[in-house]
């Protein structure tokens, strides 16, 4: 004797492995964290002692609430190391890294704005970008001159910004196809 199947029930491995599990393992990647790339120097010292400094900003539940807090902190200039007034940071890159540190959207600071980067829409492309990121790293590690080595790292990190965590690009395309508030 054999049981015939109804179309109208699944079993419930295939419903757990399509729905349910997906779910989970999306909810697992929040909450997401909001980071500033930059530059902290010395308030009255000009260029001679710099260091690169990465800031988290907060932590979101969405990526659309990442990008609205990253934007306004930027926009506001209020960006601080710490407690101490003598320090100055230049915020050079946003970044939004979900809680396993996937890259979820990230984008060059100009002016007071953030300019977010296309995600790449293909391995290929990542590659390319990886291989470009560390030719621009190595150029950088050789380099004599400080400003020189770190204009190179600088240019590594902005191509890195559009390599975005496969499961996220769909979304980071998504989130930078709609028209935004200026």
Do not use: K
């Amino acid at each position: 004797m054999s049981l015939h199947r109804s179309s109208g029930f699944r079993p419930i491995g295939e419903i757990l492995a399509r729905q349910v599990l997906p779910g989970l393992r999306s909810a697992l990647r929040y909450p997401l964290r909001v980071s500033c790339l930059g530059t902290v120097r010395f308030v009255d010292d000009h260029d001679t002692s710099q260091f690169d400094r990465t800031i988290v900003l907060g932590e979101c539940v969405s990526p659309e609430d990442a990008m609205t807090i990253a934007a306004q902190r930027v926009s506001r200039d209020d960006i601080r190391v710490g407690e101490d007034d003598t320090l100055r940071f230049e915020a050079r890159i946003a970044a939004i890294h979900d809680s396993t540190y996937g890259l979820v959207l990230a984008g060059e600071i100009r002016a007071r704005a953030i300019v977010w980067q296309q995600p790449v829409t293909s391995d290929a492309q990542a590659r390319r970008i990886v291989s470009e990121a560390s030719r621009l790293r190595g150029r950088a590690s050789a380099a004599c001159d400080a400003r020189l080595a770190r204009n190179l790292r600088y240019r590594a990190s902005l191509l890195e910004t559009r390599l975005v965590d496969r499961g996220w690009r769909e979304t980071a395309a998504e989130l930078l196809s709609l028209p935004r508030a200026a």
